[in-house]
């Protein structure tokens, strides 16, 4: 009787919205076909495109972190606990994160505390250094090199990243290794006469970091840079400005974006590196995401991995939107 009396209200309300909807689909419509969108793709393409997208977004991106955001308030319990009485929320693990263990002599947890800002800090110096390289790179590619030129510029930028991420830190380890590429050259060339350990100074890590992003900072100068119309550089050139004027005062302003996308993706990434630390770091070193997979792997403790890699989520947004007041842009055109 429940179930007749459901179909039945369900078929009553479709009577009485049908016509409503019929009245207005004929607006409705009209509003979306004059969307450039969807006037660029089509119907179809474009409902596919943005059902794709929200479904990716919503499933692979947002979802997992509400997960990992809730998983860090919880307490690290057996299986058959959860979902039990013990099962309560908690900042035991983001106390963990500032003040360590209970009864320690230390009153802050300076270990994982001094990992995370050298992180951030080793990160951000990174992002700077590419930038410094990739900028004149971005700039030589879009406004000085010919189509030769420049065609062959960017083969070459691309071939190495043919080879996978994980053998070119390897291939990073032989060449700052005691006994690598470097060391044997410098020693053979009579310059130094014991090997220097690259790896523990860190060096190799600083370098190979420096490598992994180093497109994703040059192709968005580039892009921004290349729609820059080169008859302002000229005219700056003509009337007597500095070379380092024309670049501070028209390039740059002009490749706003470009450089607030390429520094953004530089530092996220290299904050959230694992494979990179892992090979080239020297036994002193550590990185913060070193740290969270030893919680969520040798350590078992998931929630509290989740807190920590929530604070890195955190951090990185927070440079994000500071990186986005400084160069004074938008997000659309980062995105762009």
């Known amino acids: 009787m429940s179930d007749f009396i459901g179909i039945f209200l369900a078929v009553l309300l479709a009577i009485l919205i049908a016509p409503h909807a019929q009245k207005h689909a004929d607006r409705l419509w009209a509003g979306v076909t004059r969307i450039k969108f969807v006037q660029h793709n089509g119907v179809f393409i474009s409902t596919y495109l943005i059902v794709a997208v929200v479904t990716w977004t919503l499933v692979m991106i947002i979802l997992p972190q509400l997960y990992m ?22 900042l035991e693990h983001y106390r963990y994160l500032l003040f360590g263990r209970a009864g320690d002599e230390d009153l802050m947890n300076w270990l994982h505390l001094k990992v995370f800002g050298r992180t951030i800090l080793v990160s951000v110096l990174i992002t700077l250094l590419d930038f410094a390289i990739c900028y004149p790179i ?21 071939l190495p990243f043919w080879v996978n991420e994980i053998l070119r830190a390897f291939a990073f380890r032989i060449l700052f290794g005691t006994g690598g590429v470097i060391n044997v050259s410098l020693m053979g060339l009579g310059i130094m006469d014991e090997p220097i350990d690259f790896l523990k100074a860190d060096v190799g890590l600083y370098a190979g970091l420096s490598y992994a992003y180093i497109l994703l900072m040059i192709f968005p100068i580039y892009n921004a840079v290349e729609s820059l119309d080169h008859n302002q550089v000229e005219a700056a050139r003509d009337l007597g400005s500095p070379w380092w004027r024309i670049h501070y005062r028209v390039v740059m302003p002009h490749a706003k974006p470009g450089i607030a996308s390429g520094c953004t993706m530089v530092f996220m990434l290299c904050a959230g590196a694992l494979a990179a630390p892992q ?39 927070i440079f994000v ?16």
């Not at 995401?289 to 604070?311: C, D, E, K, L, M």
């Open 321 to 336: 939107m500071a990186v986005m007041r400084v160069f004074k842009v938008r997000f659309g055109e980062v995105m762009k």
């Open 69 to 90: 955001v809730d998983f860090s308030f919880r307490h690290n319990l057996l299986p058959n606990e959860i979902g039990g009485p013990k099962d309560v929320y908690t």
């Open 138 to 158: 971005a700039y030589y590619m879009a406004h000085v090199a010919t189509g030769g030129k420049s065609r062959l510029l960017v083969l070459c930028l691309i």
């Open 279 to 317: 090979i080239l770091g020297g036994p002193s070193s550590l990185w913060f995401t070193q740290i969270i997979y030893q919680w969520f792997n040798t350590g078992g403790n998931w929630p509290r991995g989740s807190a920590y890699a929530f604070v890195l989520l955190i951090l990185c947004i």
